[in-house]
């Protein structure tokens, strides 16, 4: 796959079937429109481009903060890699670029730089300046401007029974069991092990520190999670507390984890995280022996959901 962090940038002059969209998570509904793009890709010997913008519209013009998103950026890249995709552009999604009107972005993005042949759409999908052309507009211009448009009907889009939206939703309650079977794969966190009070080691249970950078990362329901890493190539399995710590009277969120039958440093490590299985709510226990009697609990309801894996 090709990467581009900008239409400008993209020289390939081949002709190409582009789909268009934010494919957040990147869930099985996507799969299916990607395998689609790919199939039509091979069957007409055009370039697949997935054309993507980030931010993400609403981070830019609602000036919204508070937006969660499933994948990072880079998380995202990294999952379409692994789909077969020959080419994925990502657009920065700026003030300026959102006032092209239709025609302007037609002609532009997909006509003179991804040279478009064929447009795999869904039945709802809107563009231009104000978001007021849909894809009727896009079927015209495709007849001005020599390229096809493929609707993904309502009913494609039902059928699967997956959306972005209530991904969020279940991980937001909690429930990573839902999340990971509408994603088709493992949510993941992706941060550096920083720094923390240093006090799991004397509870013996050291926790390493997760930090992430994005801000628009959406982070699951507190609680305390089985979870999964490779690290130095090799896999380990772990449980992973996200919350306040309120035993300790923590003051900011932290999302911590302690891996089993390992002993290694990770300050400043960049790891990704996979969540696997929800434990229980986080809890404010009266004594550190209260919390370690329920870490070692913890350790041993993830040891057997574990074995029970395989
Ligand atoms: C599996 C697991 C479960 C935890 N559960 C709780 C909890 O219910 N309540 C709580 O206050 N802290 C909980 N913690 C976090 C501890 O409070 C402790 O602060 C942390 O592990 C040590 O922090 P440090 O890495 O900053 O030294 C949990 C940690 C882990 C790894
Ligand atoms: N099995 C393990 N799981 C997690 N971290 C470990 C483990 N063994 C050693 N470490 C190291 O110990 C650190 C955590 O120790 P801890 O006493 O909890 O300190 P901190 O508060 O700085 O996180 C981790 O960041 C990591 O470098």
Known sequence: MKLYNDAKTYDNHSPSVVTIGTFDGV??????????????????????????????PRMVLQKDTNIKLINTIDERIQILEKTGLDNLVIHPFTTEFSRLTAKEYVEQMLVDTLNIRHVIIGYDHRFGRNRNSNITDLASFGIQNNFTVEEISKQDIDDVAVSSTK?????LE??????????????????????????GRKLEYPTANLYIKEEYKLIPKRGVYVVKSQINNKTYFGMMNIGNNPTVNGQHQ????HFFDASFNLYEKKIQIEILKRIRDEKKFNSLEDLKTAMQEDEDFSREYINSMV
Do not use: C, Q, W
Request: no cysteine; glycine share 8%; aromatic share 8%.
């Open 27 to 56: 869930h099985i509904g996507h799969k299916k429109i990607i395998d689609r793009l790919i199939e039509a890709a091979n069957r007409d010997n055009l370039e697949s481009v997935i054309l993507t913008f980030f931010p993400h």
């Open 167 to 171: 991904i969020r939703e279940a991980l």
């Open 174 to 199: 909690g429930d990573i069991t839902k999340a990971n079977k509408y994603l088709g794969y493992n949510f993941m966190l992706t941060g550096k092990i920083v720094k923390g009070k240093e006090l």
């Open 254 to 257: 932290t999302i911590e984890t």
